[in-house]
């Protein structure tokens, strides 16, 4: 996965009108609390993951399994660090949070969100001009930390969310 999602559906304020919403994303575990979490039942299903991701990685003839398996965890760990939990999750004005795409290519530079918009179908990207934005600070934060994180565990991450998708038969 990536760290964060883009889809569209239904604006929850306004029942006739279709929104781009964007949303955290990008764990390989259920939420946050598998990361985070040091309760024993935790710790052993971050043990398992990790031997999975090498496991995966191993199968899929990439290099350094067991490295990349650790790089992999710690980066979805950063990630889980920033996102919100369930309970924030489910508050309806809290993730409520519409802004103009102006707005939210100001708050995350590094990223080209009219580049990224202009690849929906020609009918529906000029209609465009506002986004929901379910987890803003998380949005912010996880731009901030793309261009901290060396590209080649970037390449590694989404290797993973490959292989994967394919071992689950996508």
């Given at each position: 996965g990536l760290p964060s999602s883009v889809n569209v559906g239904g604006d929850q304020r306004n029942s006739e009108q279709y929104a781009v919403q964007i949303s955290q994303s990008g764990l390989g575990m259920p939420d946050r609390d598998y990361y985070l979490r040091n309760d024993e039942k935790f710790a052993a299903t971050r043990k398992a993951y990790t031997t999975y991701i090498s496991r995966l990685f191993a199968l899929g003839n990439q290099p350094d399994p067991e490295g990349a398996a650790v790089r992999i965890s710690s980066l979805e760990t950063t990630i889980a660090k920033l996102q919100w939990d369930r309970a924030r999750n489910r508050d309806r004005n809290a993730t409520y949070n519409k802004m103009g795409v102006?707005?939210?290519?100001?708050?995350?530079?590094?990223?080209?969100?009219?580049?990224?918009?202009?690849?929906?179908?020609?009918?529906?990207?000029?209609?465009?001009?506002?986004?929901?934005?379910?987890?803003?600070?998380?949005?912010?934060?996880?731009?901030?930390?793309?261009?901290?994180?060396?590209?080649?565990?970037?390449?590694?991450?989404?290797?993973?969310?490959?292989?994967?998708?394919?071992?689950?038969?996508?």
């Open positions: 102006t707005a939210l290519q100001t708050s995350t530079p590094s990223f080209d969100w009219q580049a990224y918009l202009s690849e929906m179908p020609a009918n529906a990207r000029d209609k465009v001009k506002d986004v929901i934005v379910r987890q803003p600070d998380y949005i912010k934060a996880i731009h901030a930390v793309i261009g901290q994180v060396p590209l080649a565990t970037w390449e590694e991450y989404l290797s993973f969310g490959l292989i994967c998708a394919y071992a689950h038969g996508v």
